[in-house]
């Protein structure tokens, strides 16, 4: 039971009520006790998908949290809220719609590396306390801008959005046209977009400052990861089919394996002799593979991620299977 359970996480449940889920299930099913931990933070009133890793699977929780994430969200226009989502206090107004056409062209300007700052509502540290918290306590909050970058930004037709476990009826009315202009404009109350971002990009900042950019307010009504890093919808599964598969001991059939997560990095069979110095943590040299990142596998066993540099291998995170 080493890998990635991968969930759909639906609207309610903070990540790390997910991982106290996936343990109830596995304490549920007989499963021997283990280490679980998530790849990637998704906020109460966000779905979609959640890399949960499981046994030597948690020693790559942080490659996944940097790795790039893949959003569908929509912002309605019109009033910003205190939390930049559906959550908060209406806190400015607009009685501005965008035109269509001023959205679309509006993107490029935050497609590519931008600064944003992040929301007052985040889990940011300011002065060694969560900045949400000192944000409901009534206190000021002043985060620094930061960089982050939008690989890729566009509109998402309403048929082209995945189908998230709650809440079908609210993406069929996303990215619609509400109301015409005097002059036959289309103009909109909300959009829906899709977004692929660098590690640290928060999406509600991203609607925050595109609805700025349009001269209107705006906050996220909508918002579901379609993508973390490798794993995708087509292989998560919601918390009912967890529980489902944890009673029947059948997790094992749903479990992806550890090197799942590194299916960016190309694998180095090693010998058995290799395999046991590199899991002693000892430096291997003569190795004539392309530089960089590495996963040293004996007999399709993951034995370590490593890195080759001028012929010397070195154990970058070892695993114990």
Known sequence: MHGWLIIDKPLGPGSTDIVSAVKRALRAG????????????????????????????TKLSGRMLDAD???????????????????????????????????????SRFTGPIEQVPPIYSALKVGGK??????????????????????????????ASPEPVEGRNQLERASTGSALAGEGELRVDEITLTARVSKGTYIRSL????????????HVTMLRRTKAGPFTL??????D???EAAKARELEHILLPLA??????????????QAG???????LIGFAAKPGLHLAIENHVPVALVELCEEELRVVRGFNL
Do not use: C, N
């Open 234 to 239: 087509e292989s998560a599964i919601s918390l």
């Open 69 to 107: 994430k893949v959003y569908d969200f929509t912002i309605r226009f019109g009033e910003e809220t205190s939390t930049l989502d559906a959550e908060g206090e209406v806190v400015a107004t607009s009685d501005v719609r965008p035109a269509l056409a001023d959205v679309e062209a509006v993107l």
């Open 241 to 243: 089919k967890l529980g």
């Open 130 to 159: 969560r900045a949400y918290d000192l944000a409901r306590a009534g206190e000021e909050v002043t985060l620094a801008a930061r960089q982050v970058t939008i690989h890729s930004l566009s509109i998402l037709p309403p048929t």
């Open 277 to 283: 110095a590199l899991r002693q943590g000892r430096k």
């Open 207 to 218: 609607a925050r400052d595109i609805a700025y950019a349009l001269d209107t307010v705006g």
């Open 30 to 57: 007989g499963y021997t006790k283990m280490k679980v931990g998530h790849g990637g933070t998704l906020d109460p009133l966000a779905s979609g998908v959640l890399p949960v890793a499981l046994g030597e699977a």
């Open 260 to 273: 799942a997560g590194l299916d960016d990095i190309p694998a180095l069979p090693v010998t058995p002799d």
